[in-house]
């Protein structure tokens, strides 16, 4: 009965800000590892980084352009991937934007761009591929938010913390609706893992990188491809059929102190 919990073959899952480089990376590369197929989505004109992460997966992927701030764009995106593979079983949506800066200095434009993507883009793929996925008697969800999401950190980003503050309860209401359909809704809230293009900026300080290590419990910092890309596989497949509406912190106990 406990066999086969973590396989994912014949399941087709959707990345959604895949490219080279990022989280959305990792997570492909883990679930093609486990048998899916994955249909990796970021930006129109992320197509390098897109065949890049094709390439670094080594199983079948196809590609997509997305933008996750146009809900005609999400629609296009679902209707595409059940057009070309017949289903889809689950979603990572790790699309999203940062922007450092004193809110003092922050205009509304600029907050609202950063919620436009990490917030609303959340919802807006869980309200196009989570009904589908209902349809069908199973699916899931998992979103990105931050250990930052319930407290803040010490770089000014209110728009970013805010945003992913929303992230959990999205995943929370997305969960409550659609749980009786099959399909579950999480959210992975990783600390810093390794210099993405986002926390590049965090990383160019030796000294700031060891200091997020020195705050984990387990006093290093995440490795994306088994740290991260476990916990993706897990909520992606049978493993995790009774968990819904969590937020499972990939932080190495930063958040349990
Ligand atoms: N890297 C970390 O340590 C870390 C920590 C906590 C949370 N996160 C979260 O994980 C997610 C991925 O972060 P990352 O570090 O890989 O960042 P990243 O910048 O490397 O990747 C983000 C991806 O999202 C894409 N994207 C941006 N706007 C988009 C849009 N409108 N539509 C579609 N795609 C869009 C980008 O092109 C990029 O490929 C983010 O939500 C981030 O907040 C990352």
Same mark, same amino acid.
């Given at each position: 009965m406990v066999t086969g919990l973590f396989d994912l073959d014949g399941r087709v899952a959707v990345v959604i800000g !895949? !490219? !080279? &480089? &990022?989280l959305g990376e990792r997570a492909a590369r883990a679930l093609t590892a486990h048998g899916a197929t994955v249909a990796l989505a970021d930006l129109p004109g992320a197509g390098v980084g897109l065949a890049e992460t094709a390439a670094a997966c080594g199983g079948t992927t196809t590609a997509y352009a997305v933008d996750v701030t146009s809900e005609v764009s999400v629609r296009e995106l679902a209707e595409q991937v059940l057009a070309r593979?017949?289903?889809?079983d689950a979603v990572v949506n790790a699309a999203g934007v940062m922007l450092r800066k004193e809110v003092a200095e922050t205009t509304v434009e600029e907050f609202e761009r950063i919620v436009r993507v990490n917030l609303t883009g959340t919802w807006v793929v869980g309200r196009e591929f989570g009904p589908r996925m209902a349809e069908a008697g199973w699916g899931r969800v998992i979103n990105l938010t931050t250990v930052y999401a319930e407290r803040v950190g010490p770089v000014p980003e209110s728009a970013y913390y805010a945003s992913k503050a929303g992230v959990v309860n999205v995943t929370r209401s997305l969960a409550a609706e659609l749980g009786r359909s099959g399909v579950t809704v999480n959210a992975l809230a990783p600390a810093?893992?390794?210099?993405?293009a986002m926390t590049a900026p965090l990383a160019e300080s030796p000294d700031r990188l060891s200091w997020f290590a020195e705050r984990t419990m387990l006093g290093r910092l995440g490795d994306p491809d088994t740290d991260f890309g476990g916990p993706v596989v897990f909520l992606a497949?049978? !493993?995790?059929?009774?968990?819904?509406?969590q937020v499972l912190y990939v932080d190495g106990g930063w958040s349990a102190w």
């Amino acid at each position: 009965m406990v066999t086969g919990l973590f396989d994912l073959d014949g399941r087709v899952a959707v990345v959604i800000g !895949a !490219a !080279a &480089g &990022g989280l959305g990376e990792r997570a492909a590369r883990a679930l093609t590892a486990h048998g899916a197929t994955v249909a990796l989505a970021d930006l129109p004109g992320a197509g390098v980084g897109l065949a890049e992460t094709a390439a670094a997966c080594g199983g079948t992927t196809t590609a997509y352009a997305v933008d996750v701030t146009s809900e005609v764009s999400v629609r296009e995106l679902a209707e595409q991937v059940l057009a070309r593979h017949g289903r889809v079983d689950a979603v990572v949506n790790a699309a999203g934007v940062m922007l450092r800066k004193e809110v003092a200095e922050t205009t509304v434009e600029e907050f609202e761009r950063i919620v436009r993507v990490n917030l609303t883009g959340t919802w807006v793929v869980g309200r196009e591929f989570g009904p589908r996925m209902a349809e069908a008697g199973w699916g899931r969800v998992i979103n990105l938010t931050t250990v930052y999401a319930e407290r803040v950190g010490p770089v000014p980003e209110s728009a970013y913390y805010a945003s992913k503050a929303g992230v959990v309860n999205v995943t929370r209401s997305l969960a409550a609706e659609l749980g009786r359909s099959g399909v579950t809704v999480n959210a992975l809230a990783p600390a810093v893992f390794y210099p993405t293009a986002m926390t590049a900026p965090l990383a160019e300080s030796p000294d700031r990188l060891s200091w997020f290590a020195e705050r984990t419990m387990l006093g290093r910092l995440g490795d994306p491809d088994t740290d991260f890309g476990g916990p993706v596989v897990f909520l992606a497949s049978p !493993a995790s059929s009774y968990v819904t509406g969590q937020v499972l912190y990939v932080d190495g106990g930063w958040s349990a102190w």
